[in-house]
């Protein structure tokens, strides 16, 4: 099982780059699998719903103050970081709107999962995903209209729904299964963070396939775009961190922030860049979320293998 998990999980950045270039240069084979995107990433959150610290998730919803703190740090940090690295690299150009589009939209589901393998404190990356969702659909057209200057215009219902079905109702479903059944929740844990890759895999591939007419079509500018999405990603990431301790945060919590903030949902950030502003957008988004997966998944690995710093008294802002 420990060469299983070495060779799925921990080798997860490799993997990522091996997977989005199959779809992308095999896309006939698997642009299919984008029907099972949704599905993979419902997987994802059921395994964590299964096997997270449910005393830990009650105790951040009685005393909600870190959470939406850390949610509105990621909706501010987002934004300014994306409006920046986008004029730096493109000016106001379809580009830009790609760009500030990733960092606009509500935290992606492999913030979760980078928050797991990375001895992240799972429950707060949850919590915070789940406020992002709910405030998403009215911040992310609000957003857009102030930073790009135009309203993207999507069907609220239609969004909630599919966040429904995708992030709630499984996590909601691995909860109650680990509530009445803990037995199930014990065994599945050794597996889960290898089933959750496999999910994640899923979905690279399956988005990678399904873009890879735009980003064959653009090829001499995609080495400018990914250096502006990854600088984008590590700006986002560091920030995150930082502000997570300067608001008093363990070293638990500062991982999961470092993940929330850093890593977005730009699977939904390239469908309404590509509908609102066009397909040069769209694959700015695109690029985001391949260097996100990739970038995100490499933290993780990383600081799987860092202990967690012993909590110290000090004084903060929160103090």
Same mark, same amino acid.
């Given at each position: 099982?420990?060469?299983?998990?070495?060779? +799925?999980?921990?080798?997860?950045?490799?993997?990522?780059?091996?997977? *989005?270039?199959?779809?992308?240069?095999?896309?006939?084979?698997?642009?299919?699998?984008?029907?099972?995107?949704?599905?993979?990433?419902?997987?994802?959150?059921?395994?964590?719903? %299964? $096997?997270? !610290?449910?005393?830990?998730?009650?105790?951040?919803?009685?005393?909600?103050?870190?959470?939406?703190?850390?949610?509105? =740090?990621?909706?501010?940090?987002?934004? *300014?970081?994306?409006?920046?690295?986008?004029?730096?690299?493109?000016?106001?150009?379809?580009?830009?709107?790609? +760009?500030?589009?990733?960092? +606009?939209?509500?935290?992606?589901?492999?913030? &979760?999962?980078?928050?797991?393998?990375?001895?992240? !404190?799972?429950?707060?990356?949850?919590?915070?995903?789940?406020?992002?969702?709910?405030?998403?659909?009215?911040?992310?057209?609000?957003?857009?209209?102030?930073?790009?200057?135009?309203?993207?215009?999507? !069907?609220?219902?239609?969004?909630?729904?599919?966040?429904?079905?995708?992030?709630?109702?499984?996590?909601?479903? =691995?909860?109650?299964?680990?509530?009445?059944?803990?037995?199930?929740?014990?065994?599945?844990?050794?597996?889960?963070?290898?089933?959750?890759?496999?999910?994640?895999?899923?979905?690279?591939?399956?988005?990678?396939?399904?873009?890879?007419?735009?980003?064959?079509?653009?090829?001499?500018?995609?080495?400018?775009?990914?250096?502006?999405?990854?600088?984008?990603?590590?700006?986002?990431?560091?920030? =995150?961190?930082?502000?997570?301790?300067?608001?008093?945060?363990? !070293?638990?919590?500062?991982?999961?922030?470092?993940?929330?903030?850093? +890593? @977005? &949902?730009?699977?939904?950030? $390239?469908?309404?860049?590509?509908?609102?502003? =066009?397909?040069?957008?769209?694959?700015?988004?695109?690029? &985001?979320?391949? @260097?996100? %997966?990739?970038?995100?998944?490499?933290?993780?690995?990383?600081?799987?293998?860092?202990?967690?710093?012993?909590?110290?008294?000090?004084? $903060?802002?929160?103090?």
């Amino acid at each position: 099982m420990r060469i299983a998990t070495i060779v +799925i999980a921990r080798l997860m950045p490799a993997w990522i780059i091996v997977f *989005a270039a199959a779809g992308v240069f095999f896309s006939e084979r698997f642009v299919r699998w984008g029907s099972a995107t949704g599905p993979a990433l419902g997987l994802v959150l059921f395994l964590m719903g %299964l $096997t997270m !610290d449910r005393s830990r998730l009650g105790g951040l919803l009685k005393h909600p103050k870190i959470p939406l703190l850390g949610s509105l =740090g990621k909706w501010l940090i987002g934004a *300014a970081v994306s409006v920046a690295v986008g004029l730096l690299f493109f000016g106001f150009s379809e580009f830009y709107y790609g +760009i500030v589009m990733a960092g +606009i939209v509500p935290s992606g589901t492999s913030a &979760n999962l980078n928050a797991l393998i990375g001895r992240g !404190d799972l429950a707060l990356s949850i919590t915070m995903s789940a406020f992002d969702t709910l405030v998403g659909p009215l911040l992310t057209p609000l957003l857009a209209k102030w930073l790009i200057g135009s309203a993207v215009h999507f !069907d609220f219902w239609s969004f909630l729904w599919k966040m429904m079905k995708i992030v709630f109702l499984p996590l909601m479903t =691995g909860m109650v299964l680990q509530r009445f059944v803990p037995r199930a929740g014990l065994a599945m844990k050794p597996y889960a963070s290898i089933l959750s890759a496999l999910s994640l895999y899923v979905v690279v591939i399956g988005v990678a396939a399904g873009g890879s007419g735009s980003l064959l079509q653009h090829a001499s500018v995609l080495p400018k775009l990914f250096a502006a999405v990854s600088l984008q990603i590590v700006l986002q990431m560091a920030a =995150g961190y930082a502000y997570a301790v300067w608001i008093g945060c363990g !070293d638990a919590e500062c991982r999961s922030m470092l993940f929330e903030v850093g +890593i @977005c &949902n730009t699977a939904l950030s $390239t469908v309404l860049a590509n509908d609102a502003f =066009g397909p040069l957008a769209g694959l700015a988004s695109m690029a &985001n979320m391949v @260097c996100n %997966l990739t970038l995100g998944s490499l933290a993780a690995v990383i600081l799987s293998s860092v202990p967690l710093r012993t909590p110290r008294h000090r004084q $903060t802002v929160l103090s």
